[in-house]
């Protein structure tokens, strides 16, 4: 059974390879929402808040954003804060998705308002798998709606 709700998915991911493979599995796992990609952490603000580039578009405002750490011009922790400090977006689930299993940056992310935090793991197949399971636990989570 497909889940579908139409509102968007940011992934901001800077290796596009990556890109590729994470809509691939969350699209086997049954996801039909519309996926936006970005690949580094301003246009993902801007996309966001509709400013710079993107301040004539007329995209839905995201379900959730699934967020690289080690991006370019803004990084993941960078665009994690701005998101979780602007009472427009505080409530968009983050989900951190990254290569990256520090405990130290995995604390702080959870400080800093992230939802979920997710390992991407090195290894093809796993990943893909790793991004399957995501993709169908993305398929039952309930999320704010406009009141």
Known sequence: MINYQPVTILLVEDDPGHAVLIEKNLRRAGIANDIVTLDDGRK?????????????????????ILLDLNLPVLDGYQVLKIIKNDVRTKNVPVVMLTTTDNPHEVSRCYELGCNVYVTKPVEYAQFSEAIRMLGLFLSVVKVPGKE
């Open 44 to 64: 993902a603000v801007d996309f966001l808040f509709k400013e710079g580039s993107f301040k004539d578009d007329l995209h839905p405002a995201p379900l959730l």
